[in-house]
């Protein structure tokens, strides 16, 4: 088998796929958000501040070791961070793409506050972060699709 040209391959774009949550604890009120799946750099950037984030703020109870710092107490109160939450809210940070109409992109403090105000939505939000990340990587439905085409709403395709 010949040895592959990566320079003579096209590069694969994931294109965005806009989102809407709703909760039912928080009436009239609709998360909306443009996700795209990440490439491998993007992934390990966004996996390289979590991982600094899990340092500074939850530490290795396992080997003994204190984080650096509590998270900041919100207007909601202390809110809990583990590993899985920080990763997971970085993941969704670097997956938004800006579009005007939606106002900036949530930030990972913003992401962190929706897991406490919207809880519904945020689960929704990470069901579909992980489904557009699986669907680029060809896995899962193909509804995001990655040679940037547009991306059929069928799910079940």
């Not at 604890?25 to 795209?36: F, K």
């Not at 600094?52 to 998270?71: S, T």
Request: aromatic share 6%; net charge negative; charged share 20%.
């Amino acid at each position: 088998m010949p040895r592959v040209q990566p320079y003579a391959l096209p590069r694969l774009v994931p294109q965005g796929e806009d989102l809407s949550f709703d909760d039912p604890r928080v009436p009239g009120t609709t998360l909306t958000v443009r996700l795209r799946a990440l490439d491998a750099p993007a992934q390990l950037r966004a996996l390289g501040t979590a991982e600094r984030l899990i340092a500074k703020f939850v530490g290795d109870p396992d080997e003994g070791v204190d984080p650096e710092m509590e998270y900041p107490e919100t207007v909601h109160g202390r809110i809990d961070l583990s590993s899985t939450l920080i990763q997971t809210a970085c993941m969704i940070e670097a997956q938004q793409e800006f579009v005007p109409e939606n106002g900036a992109p949530y930030s990972f403090d913003e992401l962190v506050a929706l897991t406490v105000t919207m809880p519904t939505a945020w689960i929704g939000l990470m069901g579909a972060s992980g489904r557009i990340q699986q669907a680029f990587l060809g896995k899962g439905p193909k509804r995001a699709n990655p040679t940037g085409t547009p991306a059929s709403k069928d799910s079940s395709a």
